[in-house]
C-alpha cells in the first residue's frame, strides 16, 4: 500500500499545544506530528492508504474525532 505525505492546516486548536498534539495521536494518529508557528496550526501525515482520498478523507475525520476544537482549512502536499 502506498504512503502519502501531506499537511493539513488547521484553525488554532481550542485547548493548549501539549493536548493539541496528544490528542490526535491518543485517536489512531500515530502517523502525525502536530506543529504550530504563530497562528499557523498543521497536523503533518505520512498515511499509508489504497487511495489518496482514502488518505485525506481518513485524515480530515481523524482530527475532527481528537475534539481538538480545529477544522481543516487547508491541505499541503508534500513531495514523496
Given at each position: 500500500m502506498?504512503?502519502?505525505?501531506?499537511?493539513?492546516?488547521?484553525?488554532?486548536?481550542?485547548?493548549?499545544?501539549?493536548?493539541?498534539?496528544?490528542?490526535?495521536?491518543?485517536?489512531?494518529?500515530?502517523?502525525s506530528?502536530f506543529?504550530?508557528?504563530?497562528?499557523?496550526?498543521?497536523?503533518?501525515?505520512?498515511?499509508?492508504?489504497?487511495?489518496?482520498?482514502?488518505?485525506?478523507?481518513?485524515?480530515?475525520?481523524?482530527?475532527?474525532?481528537?475534539?481538538?476544537?480545529?477544522?481543516?482549512?487547508?491541505?499541503?502536499?508534500?513531495?514523496?
Amino acid at each position: 500500500m502506498p504512503i502519502y505525505n501531506f499537511s493539513l492546516v488547521i484553525t488554532p486548536p481550542a485547548v493548549d499545544e501539549g493536548e493539541a498534539a496528544d490528542k490526535p495521536y491518543d485517536c489512531g494518529c500515530d502517523d502525525s506530528t502536530f506543529s504550530a508557528c504563530g497562528f499557523v496550526c498543521e497536523v503533518e501525515f505520512s498515511r499509508e492508504a489504497f487511495s489518496l482520498r482514502q488518505a485525506l478523507i481518513g485524515a480530515i475525520g481523524d482530527v475532527e474525532k481528537s475534539r481538538i476544537g480545529s477544522r481543516v482549512v487547508r491541505i499541503l502536499f508534500h513531495d514523496p
